[in-house]
């Protein structure tokens, strides 16, 4: 049994630092159960818009977890260039892009790249913000 991993603070944020890469395959039942929840995100073989998230956050808290608690997500933003369809398999980098103390608050930027990782073409890109606890 390994030990518990430590508590992912304001510190352990390291701009310009790559944390790990994630890997995530485009499953057409993930997908499916994805759709009975959101029926309009419904285009055949094509992941979901709004797995983007799920996609970059699942990578995030792979690699920067666990988290103390009481942060707050403050935003997510994604440039795509192209969306995942059935049997991509996707590859996501997690990086730190910066970190301030703004009003006695500790932000975090986290940047993603997501690439298909049988051809390395870049899928989408994302920022998320985040209000640290600690």
């Not at 055949?44 to 797995?51: D, E, L, N, Q, R």
Request: with cysteine.
């Amino acid at each position: 049994m390994s030990a518990p991993r430590p508590v992912f603070t304001y510190d352990h944020y390291e701009p310009g630092k790559v944390y790990g890469e994630r890997r995530f395959v485009v499953d057409e039942d993930v997908m499916q159960k994805w759709r009975k929840v959101y029926p309009c995100d419904d285009d055949p073989h094509v992941m979901p818009g709004g797995m983007l998230a799920m996609v970059i956050l699942d990578a995030v808290l792979t690699f920067n977890s666990p988290r103390p608690p009481g942060g707050v997500h403050g935003g997510q933003t994604f440039e795509v260039t192209r969306m995942p369809r059935a049997g991509d398999i996707l590859l996501t980098e997690v990086k730190c892009q910066d970190k301030e103390i703004r009003k006695n608050r500790k932000l975090v930027r986290v940047q993603t790249t997501t690439r298909n990782g049988n051809s390395d073409e870049v899928m989408f890109k994302g920022i998320m913000t985040t209000l640290v606890a600690a």
